[in-house]
C-alpha cells in the first residue's frame, strides 16, 4: 500500500509539474519577446531565445513607459484597484455580518440575491449598465456632480459585482465566529459598530485577505468593464493602454507591448504569491462552514 501510494504521489507530482509549465510558458514568451527587437518578434524568431542581434535591452521597456502615458494609465489601475477592493471588503464584511446575525426573511432574501449575482453573465446587463453610468449624475447643491463613468467613482460599479462572491464567502466564515464573543463585547458597553470593527472584523482576516487578493486581481486585469463606462479618451487603465500600441494602418508595436504587458503582470503576480495561503484558508471557511 505504502509503494502504490509512493508511486500515485510521484505520477500526481509529475502531472501537476507539468501542468505547471503549461501555464508559466506564455508568461516566459511574453518574458523573452519583450527583450527582443520588433523585427525579431515579428518573425519565426519570436519562438527562440534572445541573441547579440535579436536582444533589445529594456529599450521597449523604456518605450512602454514613455510613448503612450503609461505612468498615468498605472494611477488609474492603482486607484480604481485600491478604492474597489477597499469598498468590496468593508461593505461586503458589513452586509455579511448582518446577513448571518441578523434571522429573517430580509436577511434570507438578501443572501440568495447576492448568490443569484454571481451567475448572472456580465454580457447580459453591460449595455444598460453603460447607459446607467453615463446618465446618473447626482448634484450636491450644485458644488459637484457624480458622475459613475469617472475613475474615482467606477468603484461604485465594481462594488456592485464584485459583492455576490465577497459576500458568499464572508457569510461562510462570520457563521464559524461564536455569537458568546460578540455578547461579551456588548456586555463590555460596545455598540454594533465598535463590536464589528473591534471584534468581527480582526477575526476575519484569512477571508478579508483572500477576498481582497481575488478581487484584486479581477478588477486589475479588467479590460471589459472601465472600456464600457469610462472616457477613453480621457481615462485609460492598464488594459486599456496595451490595445492601443497601434502605429500607421493598424501595425501594432510588439515590443513596447509586450514590456508592458510585463510591468502589468509582475504587480498582481507579487500580490498573488505574498497572500496565497490565505486564499486557501479563506475558501474553504467560506465554502465548507458556510
Given at each position: 500500500?505504502?509503494?502504490?501510494?509512493?508511486?500515485?504521489?510521484?505520477?500526481?507530482?509529475?502531472?501537476?509539474?507539468?501542468?505547471?509549465?503549461?501555464?508559466?510558458?506564455?508568461?516566459?514568451?511574453?518574458?523573452?519577446?519583450s527583450l527582443k527587437t520588433e523585427r525579431a518578434i515579428t518573425t519565426s524568431a519570436a519562438f527562440q531565445l534572445p541573441t547579440a542581434e535579436t536582444f533589445a535591452g529594456l529599450e521597449n521597456y523604456v518605450s512602454a513607459i514613455i510613448s503612450?502615458?503609461?505612468?498615468?494609465?498605472?494611477?488609474?489601475?492603482?486607484?480604481?484597484?485600491?478604492?474597489?477592493?477597499?469598498?468590496?471588503?468593508?461593505?461586503?464584511?458589513?452586509?455579511?455580518?448582518?446577513?448571518?446575525?441578523?434571522?429573517?426573511?430580509?436577511?434570507?432574501?438578501?443572501?440568495?440575491?447576492?448568490?443569484?449575482?454571481?451567475?448572472?453573465?456580465?454580457?447580459?446587463?453591460?449595455?444598460?449598465?453603460?447607459?446607467?453610468?453615463?446618465?446618473?449624475?447626482?448634484?450636491?447643491?450644485?458644488?459637484?456632480?457624480?458622475?459613475?463613468?469617472?475613475?474615482?467613482?467606477?468603484?461604485?460599479?465594481?462594488?456592485?459585482?464584485?459583492?455576490?462572491?465577497?459576500?458568499?464567502?464572508?457569510?461562510?466564515?462570520?457563521?464559524?465566529?461564536?455569537?458568546?464573543?460578540?455578547?461579551?463585547?456588548?456586555?463590555?458597553?460596545?455598540?454594533?459598530?465598535?463590536?464589528?470593527?473591534?471584534?468581527?472584523?480582526?477575526?476575519?482576516?484569512?477571508?478579508?485577505?483572500?477576498?481582497?487578493?481575488?478581487?484584486?486581481?479581477?478588477?486589475?486585469?479588467?479590460?471589459?468593464?472601465?472600456?464600457?463606462?469610462?472616457?477613453?479618451?480621457?481615462?485609460?487603465?492598464?488594459?486599456?493602454?496595451?490595445?492601443?500600441?497601434?502605429?500607421?494602418?493598424?501595425?501594432?508595436?510588439?515590443?513596447?507591448?509586450?514590456?508592458?504587458?510585463?510591468?502589468?503582470?509582475?504587480?498582481?503576480?507579487?500580490?498573488?504569491?505574498?497572500?496565497?495561503k490565505y486564499i486557501i484558508k479563506g475558501v474553504a471557511a467560506g465554502a465548507v462552514k458556510g
Open positions: 500500500m505504502k509503494k502504490q501510494r509512493k508511486a500515485s504521489n510521484v505520477v500526481i507530482t509529475v502531472f501537476l509539474s507539468l501542468l505547471s509549465l503549461v501555464y508559466l510558458y506564455p508568461i516566459f514568451m511574453i518574458l523573452m519577446n503612450q502615458g503609461f505612468l498615468q494609465s498605472l494611477g488609474y489601475s492603482l486607484f480604481i484597484t485600491i478604492s474597489s477592493v477597499a469598498l468590496i471588503l468593508v461593505c461586503c464584511s458589513m452586509c455579511a455580518w448582518y446577513i448571518t446575525r441578523v434571522k429573517g426573511r430580509l436577511s434570507r432574501g438578501l443572501y440568495f440575491l447576492f448568490v443569484l449575482s454571481m451567475v448572472v453573465p456580465f454580457q447580459m446587463v453591460m449595455f444598460t449598465l453603460s447607459q446607467t453610468a453615463d446618465r446618473f449624475r447626482i448634484s450636491f447643491f450644485g458644488l459637484f456632480d457624480l458622475r459613475l463613468n469617472t475613475p474615482w467613482t467606477i468603484c461604485i460599479i465594481y462594488l456592485g459585482f464584485g459583492a455576490g462572491l465577497a459576500v458568499f464567502m464572508f457569510c461562510g466564515f462570520v457563521r464559524s465566529v461564536p455569537v458568546e464573543v460578540e455578547e461579551a463585547s456588548m456586555i463590555d458597553g460596545c455598540n454594533p459598530l465598535q463590536t464589528f470593527f473591534l471584534i468581527v472584523m480582526p477575526m476575519l482576516k484569512p477571508t478579508l485577505v483572500s477576498v481582497g487578493i481575488l478581487e484584486a486581481m479581477w478588477v486589475w486585469n479588467d479590460y471589459l468593464l472601465p472600456t464600457l463606462v469610462l472616457d477613453i479618451k480621457k481615462y485609460m487603465t492598464i488594459p486599456m493602454l496595451i490595445q492601443h500600441f497601434r502605429g500607421s494602418f493598424g501595425r501594432v508595436e510588439m515590443g513596447p507591448m509586450m514590456a508592458c504587458i510585463m510591468l502589468t503582470i509582475i504587480p498582481i503576480i507579487i500580490v498573488y504569491l505574498a497572500g496565497q
